[in-house]
Protein backbone atom coordinates (compact mmCIF):
# COMPACT_ATOMS: atom_id res chain seq x y z
CA UNK A 1 0.00 0.00 0.00
CA UNK A 2 1.24 3.43 -0.48
CA UNK A 3 1.76 5.92 1.99
CA UNK A 4 2.67 9.80 1.94
CA UNK A 5 4.19 11.23 5.24
CA UNK A 6 4.44 15.09 5.59
CA UNK A 7 6.95 16.46 8.00
CA UNK A 8 6.00 19.12 10.61
CA UNK A 9 2.61 19.58 10.53
CA UNK A 10 2.49 22.93 11.43
CA UNK A 11 4.88 25.60 9.54
CA UNK A 12 6.04 29.18 10.50
CA UNK A 13 7.95 31.28 8.34
CA UNK A 14 8.28 35.61 7.68
CA UNK A 15 6.50 37.10 5.30
CA UNK A 16 10.05 36.80 2.50
CA UNK A 17 11.42 34.04 3.70
CA UNK A 18 11.77 30.37 1.67
CA UNK A 19 9.23 28.27 2.36
CA UNK A 20 9.90 24.40 2.40
CA UNK A 21 7.36 21.42 2.86
CA UNK A 22 8.53 18.15 2.82
CA UNK A 23 7.06 15.04 1.61
CA UNK A 24 8.32 11.25 1.61
CA UNK A 25 6.41 8.51 0.21
CA UNK A 26 6.75 5.10 -0.01
CA UNK A 27 6.00 3.04 -3.26
CA UNK A 28 7.45 0.12 -4.85
CA UNK A 29 7.29 1.48 -8.22
CA UNK A 30 7.17 5.52 -8.12
CA UNK A 31 4.03 7.21 -8.42
CA UNK A 32 2.30 10.50 -9.93
CA UNK A 33 2.57 12.86 -7.45
CA UNK A 34 0.87 16.16 -6.67
CA UNK A 35 0.59 19.15 -4.28
CA UNK A 36 -2.66 20.73 -2.84
CA UNK A 37 -3.57 23.75 -1.00
CA UNK A 38 -6.12 24.24 0.84
CA UNK A 39 -7.31 28.03 1.60
CA UNK A 40 -10.21 28.31 4.71
CA UNK A 41 -13.59 27.30 3.46
CA UNK A 42 -12.39 26.36 0.20
CA UNK A 43 -11.48 23.09 -2.01
CA UNK A 44 -8.57 22.06 -2.81
CA UNK A 45 -6.81 23.56 -5.04
CA UNK A 46 -3.52 21.48 -7.37
CA UNK A 47 -0.48 23.61 -7.47
CA UNK A 48 1.54 21.19 -9.30
CA UNK A 49 1.71 17.14 -10.33
CA UNK A 50 4.82 15.37 -11.13
CA UNK A 51 3.77 12.20 -13.92
CA UNK A 52 7.34 11.24 -14.80
CA UNK A 53 8.35 13.84 -17.08
CA UNK A 54 10.76 16.68 -15.70
CA UNK A 55 11.78 16.35 -11.96
CA UNK A 56 11.43 19.82 -11.14
CA UNK A 57 8.18 21.12 -11.50
CA UNK A 58 6.83 24.55 -11.66
CA UNK A 59 3.63 24.90 -10.04
CA UNK A 60 1.07 28.49 -9.78
CA UNK A 61 2.10 30.81 -7.23
CA UNK A 62 6.06 30.55 -7.50
CA UNK A 63 5.91 27.30 -6.19
CA UNK A 64 8.09 24.01 -7.39
CA UNK A 65 8.52 20.78 -6.59
CA UNK A 66 11.72 17.95 -7.45
CA UNK A 67 11.06 14.62 -7.75
CA UNK A 68 14.02 12.53 -6.11
CA UNK A 69 13.38 8.55 -7.36
CA UNK A 70 16.57 8.05 -4.37
CA UNK A 71 15.02 9.33 -1.56
CA UNK A 72 11.34 9.02 -2.33
CA UNK A 73 10.98 12.59 -1.39
CA UNK A 74 8.94 15.36 -3.49
CA UNK A 75 9.20 18.55 -1.38
CA UNK A 76 7.82 21.65 -1.95
CA UNK A 77 9.70 25.05 -2.02
CA UNK A 78 9.12 29.10 -2.64
CA UNK A 79 11.71 30.92 -2.74
CA UNK A 80 10.17 34.23 -1.07
CA UNK A 81 7.08 33.53 0.84
CA UNK A 82 3.66 36.09 0.61
CA UNK A 83 1.40 37.03 3.34
CA UNK A 84 -1.07 34.86 1.01
CA UNK A 85 0.44 31.83 1.12
CA UNK A 86 -0.89 31.28 4.57
CA UNK A 87 -3.21 27.79 4.15
CA UNK A 88 -2.59 24.12 4.64
CA UNK A 89 -0.62 22.07 2.02
CA UNK A 90 -1.54 18.65 1.11
CA UNK A 91 0.79 16.00 -0.66
CA UNK A 92 -0.55 13.12 -2.76
CA UNK A 93 0.09 10.28 -4.44
CA UNK A 94 -1.56 8.15 -7.15
CA UNK A 95 -0.48 4.71 -8.00
CA UNK A 96 0.58 4.14 -11.98
CA UNK A 97 -2.57 2.19 -12.48
CA UNK A 98 -5.21 3.83 -10.60
CA UNK A 99 -7.06 7.11 -10.39
CA UNK A 100 -7.67 7.33 -6.32
CA UNK A 101 -5.77 10.31 -4.78
CA UNK A 102 -3.55 9.04 -1.18
CA UNK A 103 -3.41 12.20 0.86
CA UNK A 104 -0.33 12.91 3.06
CA UNK A 105 -1.52 14.84 6.69
CA UNK A 106 -0.94 18.43 5.67
CA UNK A 107 1.10 21.21 6.47
CA UNK A 108 -0.41 24.28 7.67
CA UNK A 109 1.58 27.11 7.06
CA UNK A 110 1.77 30.29 9.25
CA UNK A 111 2.99 33.31 7.13
CA UNK A 112 4.46 35.98 9.77
CA UNK A 113 4.83 39.63 8.59
CA UNK B 1 -16.78 28.34 -15.80
CA UNK B 2 -18.63 26.16 -12.86
CA UNK B 3 -16.33 24.15 -10.61
CA UNK B 4 -17.55 21.24 -8.44
CA UNK B 5 -20.59 22.30 -6.62
CA UNK B 6 -21.75 20.53 -3.34
CA UNK B 7 -24.66 20.64 -1.35
CA UNK B 8 -25.67 21.36 1.59
CA UNK B 9 -22.20 23.36 2.37
CA UNK B 10 -23.15 22.13 6.17
CA UNK B 11 -25.37 19.13 7.48
CA UNK B 12 -26.00 18.34 11.29
CA UNK B 13 -27.91 15.21 12.46
CA UNK B 14 -28.73 13.01 14.81
CA UNK B 15 -26.92 9.73 15.34
CA UNK B 16 -29.06 6.89 13.64
CA UNK B 17 -30.64 9.22 11.10
CA UNK B 18 -29.92 8.99 7.38
CA UNK B 19 -28.05 11.70 5.22
CA UNK B 20 -27.35 12.38 1.24
CA UNK B 21 -24.84 14.15 0.19
CA UNK B 22 -24.76 16.09 -3.24
CA UNK B 23 -22.01 16.33 -6.16
CA UNK B 24 -22.61 18.45 -9.22
CA UNK B 25 -18.90 18.14 -11.15
CA UNK B 26 -17.87 20.07 -13.62
CA UNK B 27 -20.28 19.48 -17.01
CA UNK B 28 -18.59 16.93 -19.30
CA UNK B 29 -16.17 15.34 -16.49
CA UNK B 30 -16.66 11.47 -16.75
CA UNK B 31 -14.63 11.07 -13.55
CA UNK B 32 -16.10 11.47 -10.22
CA UNK B 33 -14.78 10.81 -6.56
CA UNK B 34 -15.63 11.40 -2.91
CA UNK B 35 -13.09 11.44 -0.47
CA UNK B 36 -13.25 12.24 3.67
CA UNK B 37 -11.49 14.30 5.40
CA UNK B 38 -11.68 14.19 9.34
CA UNK B 39 -10.21 16.82 11.56
CA UNK B 40 -6.72 17.51 11.54
CA UNK B 41 -5.79 14.94 8.63
CA UNK B 42 -6.00 14.46 4.40
CA UNK B 43 -9.13 13.44 2.76
CA UNK B 44 -9.38 9.44 2.48
CA UNK B 45 -10.73 8.17 -0.57
CA UNK B 46 -14.13 6.46 -0.50
CA UNK B 47 -15.35 5.55 -4.47
CA UNK B 48 -14.35 6.54 -7.91
CA UNK B 49 -16.86 6.42 -10.50
CA UNK B 50 -16.48 6.52 -13.77
CA UNK B 51 -19.72 7.20 -15.92
CA UNK B 52 -22.62 5.51 -13.95
CA UNK B 53 -20.39 2.95 -12.33
CA UNK B 54 -18.63 2.54 -9.58
CA UNK B 55 -15.01 1.80 -10.22
CA UNK B 56 -13.27 1.44 -7.23
CA UNK B 57 -15.49 1.25 -3.97
CA UNK B 58 -12.68 0.57 -2.07
CA UNK B 59 -12.49 3.05 0.31
CA UNK B 60 -15.86 3.26 1.61
CA UNK B 61 -15.61 2.02 5.58
CA UNK B 62 -19.18 -0.36 5.87
CA UNK B 63 -21.96 -0.93 4.55
CA UNK B 64 -23.55 1.96 5.91
CA UNK B 65 -22.19 4.17 2.78
CA UNK B 66 -23.66 3.81 -0.44
CA UNK B 67 -22.97 6.07 -3.26
CA UNK B 68 -24.72 6.79 -7.00
CA UNK B 69 -24.26 8.41 -9.86
CA UNK B 70 -27.34 7.46 -11.83
CA UNK B 71 -26.83 9.52 -15.29
CA UNK B 72 -23.58 10.09 -14.94
CA UNK B 73 -23.72 13.55 -13.89
CA UNK B 74 -24.75 14.17 -10.44
CA UNK B 75 -24.03 11.82 -7.52
CA UNK B 76 -25.37 11.52 -4.00
CA UNK B 77 -23.46 9.86 -1.16
CA UNK B 78 -25.55 8.17 1.13
CA UNK B 79 -24.81 7.52 4.88
CA UNK B 80 -27.62 5.26 6.73
CA UNK B 81 -27.31 5.18 10.87
CA UNK B 82 -25.04 7.91 10.98
CA UNK B 83 -22.51 7.41 13.71
CA UNK B 84 -20.89 10.66 15.61
CA UNK B 85 -17.35 9.32 13.80
CA UNK B 86 -18.97 9.92 10.61
CA UNK B 87 -18.85 13.47 11.75
CA UNK B 88 -15.96 14.45 8.76
CA UNK B 89 -15.95 17.09 5.75
CA UNK B 90 -16.70 15.09 2.67
CA UNK B 91 -15.37 15.95 -0.80
CA UNK B 92 -16.27 16.06 -4.21
CA UNK B 93 -13.74 15.96 -7.18
CA UNK B 94 -14.15 15.83 -10.71
CA UNK B 95 -11.99 14.67 -13.76
CA UNK B 96 -12.17 14.51 -17.64
CA UNK B 97 -12.26 10.85 -17.44
CA UNK B 98 -9.79 10.58 -20.46
CA UNK B 99 -6.87 11.00 -19.30
CA UNK B 100 -3.88 8.77 -17.37
CA UNK B 101 -2.56 11.58 -14.79
CA UNK B 102 -5.66 13.37 -15.14
CA UNK B 103 -6.31 17.04 -12.40
CA UNK B 104 -8.69 16.29 -9.72
CA UNK B 105 -11.04 19.81 -9.70
CA UNK B 106 -12.54 19.37 -5.58
CA UNK B 107 -15.75 21.03 -4.61
CA UNK B 108 -15.53 23.17 -1.16
CA UNK B 109 -17.25 20.16 0.61
CA UNK B 110 -20.30 19.42 3.17
CA UNK B 111 -19.35 19.57 6.76
CA UNK B 112 -21.63 16.82 8.07
CA UNK B 113 -21.96 16.85 12.06
CA UNK B 114 -23.14 13.70 13.74
CA UNK B 115 -24.74 15.01 17.39
Known amino acids: AQSVTQLGSHVSVSEGALVLLRCNYS??????LFWYVQYPNQGLQLLLK??????LVKGINGFEAEFKKSETSFHLTKPSAHMSDAAEYFC???????????FGGGTRVLVKP | GAGVSQTPSNKVTEKGKYVELRCDPI?????LYWYRQSLGQGPEFLIY????????DSGLPNDRFFAVRPEGSVSTLKIQRTERGDSAVYLC?????????????FGPGTRLLVL
Open chain 2, 27 to 31: SGHTA
Open chain 1, 92 to 102: AVMKAAGNKLT
Open chain 2, 93 to 105: ASSPGQGVVETQY
Open chain 1, 50 to 55: YTSAAT
Open chain 1, 27 to 32: SSVPPY
Open chain 2, 49 to 56: FQGTGAAD
